[in-house]
């Protein structure tokens, strides 16, 4: 009896009769390891032609929005990074900014230009992943090592400026966590030269190779209706045609002061989609360059006698009550904490008591900056916003991130929503895949750009 049961699963209700369908159901995931261990495919054969597909998610469903309005404003910004761990500067920066749009204040030209840096480089390093890993897919493992190398001259400034190399925690409610460090743009130019020199290999191996384009041309397409209709943003959507871009649209930062184009193709294939990515990787290239080009100066170091102590010491002093001439003295701090020195942090962050925690400097070193400490940390104080809501959108790798905020006026978020750039894809993709073939559902799948974390949240 279980082998005829099996077997008309296999073959469809009714084979076992000799009527009824003779196509194959194939289960694809969740621990198919091109699924990412979090996608259920359910997919209906006719040979290996897919007749018809069925789309699961939610396996890694972490509870992200209900986590965030269980601690205080700050607290979401770690969660934030866990959205899209391969972009996760761009997650902080749309989160902070909601907040910030919620307090109605707005973050120092520096630190806006600090964050359009930031934000292209993590840009950059998610479009490496995605095309390297849809060509490793396909085969190209080669192509996949370049781009894996060129991620990490990119992964070296992240981890230059925030400590971490991949849940960063970098930006602040008001601000960011530290200024760049010194001889950061030469770093900068050194890498993206590097950078473009990965690309125009991938682009000779790639780009024009027969095998490539055959497996990508045709493959996986959207109409420009049906893509408009899923509400789909981003790379996918401009592989069809139209050049919707937040960063155009609805500027923010400082991105209305920098040339850049939006780069867009007709098919909405996967060989579309490829296309865009690698031309939006140089447009991002180009908005780095302006930004550190134009960026203004702020207070980096100040140091009024030449002297420093080691930051053990000064904590030591601080807590004995010994504070007099503490603040005048400059202290060497660990890699990890270079940069929250006061003089950057005022060219950084918002000068509001309310909002951004004070230097450690003035934390160890006064008994207000200790008070102004304690108040932003304890429970059922730190910051306070208005009670209303807000909604900020930035452009994510994969398209429109978007967080809406609720506030009741408490410490906490009342309500925090997430917009993912990578669901709509998710609900279209049974159909880019029906009617193609088995070979082609995983390099599909790897041109959508599914990222885990931010899907199920």
């Known amino acids: 009896m279980a082998d005829t049961a099996r077997r008309e699963f296999m073959l469809g209700e009714g084979a076992g009769t000799g009527g009824g369908s003779q196509n194959l159901k194939l289960n694809l995931g969740p621990s198919h390891p091109a699924m990412h261990g979090i996608i259920r495919i359910t997919a209906e054969l006719d040979g290996e032609v897919i007749v018809n597909a069925d789309v699961e ?67 950059i390093c998610d479009h490496l992943t995605c095309v390297g890993a849809t060509a490793m897919e396909l085969g190209a493992f080669t192509a996949f090592l370049y781009m894996i190398k060129a991620r990490e001259f990119l992964w070296e400034l992240v981890e230059d400026v925030t400590g971490a190399r991949l849940t960063i ?33 991938v682009h000779r191996l790639l780009t024009g190779n027969r095998i490539f384009m055959d497996r990508m041309e045709g493959i996986g397409a959207l109409s420009r209706a049906e893509t408009i209709a899923y509400a789909i943003t981003g790379p996918m959507l401009r592989a069809v045609g139209v050049p919707y871009d937040v960063r155009r649209v609805q500027p923010y930062y400082v991105y209305d002061r920098l040339e850049f184009e939006i780069p867009t193709q007709k098919a909405g294939d996967n060989y579309a989609r490829y296309l865009v990515r690698m031309a939006e990787m140089e447009q991002s290239m180009r908005i780095v360059e302006q930004a550190l ?26 807590k004995q009550g010994k504070t007099e001439g503490l603040l005048l003295v400059p202290i060497t701090l660990s890699p990890n904490l270079e940069g929250q020195r006061r003089a950057e942090l005022s060219g950084l962050n918002v000068s509001d008591k309310r909002i951004t925690l004070p230097p450690k400097e003035n934390t160890y070193g006064s008994i207000e900056g200790l008070m102004n400490h304690f108040m932003l940390i304890m429970d059922g104080y730190g910051i306070r916003p208005p009670p209303g809501e807000a909604y900020f959108a930035v452009e994510g790798a994969n398209g429109e991130l978007g967080f809406y905020v609720v506030s009741d006026g408490s410490d906490r978020p009342y309500r925090v929503r997430c917009r993912p750039p990578c669901l709509p894809p998710m609900a279209a993709l049974h159909r880019m895949i029906e009617g193609e073939m088995v070979a082609d559902l995983v390099p599909t799948f790897g041109s959508v750009n599914m990222i885990g974390g931010e899907l199920d949240r």
């Open 293 to 318: 080009a134009t960026i203004p100066g702020g207070p980096i170091n100040v140091d009024f006698e030449g002297r420093a102590i080691d930051p053990a010491a000064y904590v030591d002093r601080g």
């Open 57 to 123: 998610i939610g396996y890694l469903h972490r509870a992200f929005e209900k986590d965030c309005e269980v601690g205080g404003y700050n607290n979401a910004i770690p969660y934030t990074d866990r959205l899209n761990y391969v972009s996760p500067l761009i997650n902080n920066f749309g989160y902070c900014s909601a907040v910030e749009k919620l307090l109605g204040i707005d973050v120092t030209e520096r630190c806006k230009y600090i964050r359009v840096v930031m934000s292209e480089i993590s840009r």
């Open 169 to 201: 925690s970098y930006g602040r409610v008001g601000g960011v966590k530290a200024d760049l460090p010194a001889g950061f743009a030469e770093k900068v130019r050194h890498a993206l030269k590097q950078t473009r020199e990965v690309l125009d290999e």
